[in-house]
């Protein structure tokens, strides 16, 4: 893997400054922000095909809002856990505020309490697990799906263990990669706006879009490694989309 690539890339191409800064005003924009992941995925797809210049153009902001859409309605899916992790213990809770209002089921509705707060605190253990697991695996599952574009490649886990499993060196080559990228580029972001950010006005205006633009970097950092991955992980494969 060219990890120095990842961090370069994007000022090789002479029209980056307009592209990302319209990914920018995108991303910042509810619902229409749908098309910012769809370029990342983009990002990723052009990588994968050894595109010379991997930054798309937005001529096709239809088909990136509706992958976009496509990579959110899977998100839901994958959140429905955490919603069950929250959802269940609040309705023992609620049950234990209705027992209570009555002097002669005090008693039981302490019981339900507890009952839910216990219950609460070994799903929180089962929502931590779950929740890193997904965020190991996520980018594997960007990858297939910057390969097959539909909402079931989203749930293709036999193909997600198989992608990481058989490329696991650079899998997690990328996924540290990113993650030490990122926490280098808040650190100097960081430093810089809490040393202007005391400035008036124009110090606010500066920290917030040296934040805007340090997270758009960072996205496009992830998109450029694991297209990397892609590359290497269906180098061998026939393109099946």
């Given at each position: ?10 000022f ?12 920018a005003v995108?991303?910042?924009v509810?619902?229409l ?15 994968a095909?050894?595109?010379s ?33 929250i ?8 049950v234990?505020?209705?027992l209570?209002g009555?002097?002669?089921l ?5 019981a ?17 697990i779950y929740?890193?697991i ?6 594997a599952i ?11 490649s ?7 263990i198989?992608?990481?499993s ?22 100097i972001?960081?430093i ?6 005391w400035?008036p ?16 970097y ?6 450029h490694?694991?297209?990397?991955f ?12």
């Amino acid at each position: 893997m060219d990890i120095g690539k990842s961090f370069s890339f994007q000022f090789e191409d002479r029209q980056w400054i307009s592209k990302l800064g319209l990914g920018a005003v995108i991303a910042i924009v509810p619902i229409l922000n749908f098309a910012w992941s769809g370029y990342m995925v983009g990002i990723m797809r052009n990588v994968a095909n050894n595109i010379s210049e991997p930054l798309p153009q937005w001529d096709d902001l239809e088909k990136k809002f509706s992958e976009g859409l496509i990579l959110f309605a899977a998100g839901l899916v994958y959140a429905l856990p955490m919603l069950i992790v929250i959802c269940l213990p609040l309705s023992f809770f609620v049950v234990s505020g209705i027992l209570s209002g009555s002097n002669n089921l005090q008693n039981i509705g302490q019981a339900v309490a507890t009952a839910g707060g216990l219950l609460f605190y070994c799903l929180m253990c089962v929502f931590l697990i779950y929740a890193l697991i997904l965020s190991v695996i996520y980018p594997a599952i960007l990858v297939i799906f910057s390969r097959e574009g539909t909402f079931a490649s989203c749930f293709n886990f036999r193909e997600v263990i198989d992608l990481v499993s058989k490329n696991a060196s650079s899998f997690f080559t990328a996924w540290i990669i990113n993650l030490l990228g990122g926490l280098g580029v808040g650190l100097i972001v960081g430093i810089i706006n809490a040393i202007i950010g005391w400035i008036p006005c124009l110090g606010w205006i500066v920290a917030l879009a040296l934040g805007l633009s340090s997270g758009i970097y960072i996205a496009t950092i992830y998109a450029h490694l694991f297209g990397q991955f892609g590359a290497i992980a269906f180098s061998s494969r026939p393109r099946t989309a």
